[in-house]
């Protein structure tokens, strides 16, 4: 079965930087897009990146794009995001999520999610 | 920029059936996928695509489409359907996915 474990979440400073990792199994890692979604507490998810099965294609929403990045490993079955300059509101939790080939395919599995606390 | 609107809140009797909303202009391109999500835990694809269940969905759920709104249907709602719905598609002006603000679903 698909099982998707997130990892690299902590309490960081504003301004500082975190890399989340996301190791995928049950699945064909190299054949499927692959998401990261956040949700900040009691608010509801929010999509962040996006990158092609091959990495090939790399889509960031408005939030955070020029600080975070989206990357991945499929001879490691691993999803990365580097996050730099991070502010108090990024803090949530960060999923990961499996996608279709392309960005239109919706997130089908999503992981447990690793929380992110950015707070001086 | 694009957005997504659902109720904040519906409630059902038990047995009863419910429609959820969502409406966006990236509906009249897109199609939604519905997420269900209870405390603590990830969201779950409920609804993808035209009508599609994922495996292990119970057939209570379906969705439907017209214009710039989608629908989330449960018919014959249980207690254990209650819990947060948001609504997702593609952005039709951008590279982007959306979510709704979500709906949340009491149980009566």
């Known amino acids: 079965q698909v099982q998707l474990v997130e990892s690299g979440g902590g309490v960081v400073q504003p301004g500082g930087s975190l890399r989340l990792s996301c190791a995928a199994s049950?699945?064909?890692?190299?054949?499927?897009?692959m998401h990261w979604v956040r949700q900040a507490p009691g608010k509801g998810p929010e999509w962040v990146a996006f990158?092609?099965?091959?990495?090939?294609?790399?889509y960031y929403a408005d939030s955070v794009k020029g600080r975070f990045t989206i990357s991945r490993d499929n001879s490691k079955n691993t999803l990365y995001l580097q996050m730099n300059s991070l502010r108090p509101e990024d803090t949530a939790v960060y999923y990961c999520?499996?996608?279709?080939?392309?960005?239109?395919?919706?997130?089908?599995?999503w992981g447990q999610g690793t929380l992110v606390a950015v707070s001086s | 920029s694009s957005e997504l609107t659902q109720d904040p809140a519906v409630s059902v009797a038990l047995g009863q059936t419910v429609k959820i909303t969502c409406q966006g202009d990236?509906?009249?391109?897109?199609?939604a996928s519905w997420y269900q999500q209870k405390p603590g835990q990830a969201p779950v694809l409920v609804i993808y695509g035209k009508n599609n269940r994922p495996s292990g969905i119970p057939d209570r759920f379906s969705g439907s489409s017209s214009g710039n709104t989608a629908s989330l249907t449960i018919t014959g709602a249980q207690a254990e359907d209650e819990a947060d719905y948001y609504c997702?598609?593609?952005?039709?002006?951008?590279?982007?996915?959306?979510f709704g603000g979500g709906t949340k679903l009491t149980v009566l």
């Open positions: 990236s509906l009249r391109s897109y199609y």
């Open positions: 049950g699945f064909t890692f190299s054949s499927y897009g």
């Open positions: 990158i092609r099965y091959d990495g090939s294609n790399k």
């Open positions: 997702n598609s593609r952005d039709s002006s951008s590279n982007h996915l959306l």
């Open positions: 999520a499996k996608g279709g080939m392309t960005l239109t395919g919706p997130p089908d599995y």
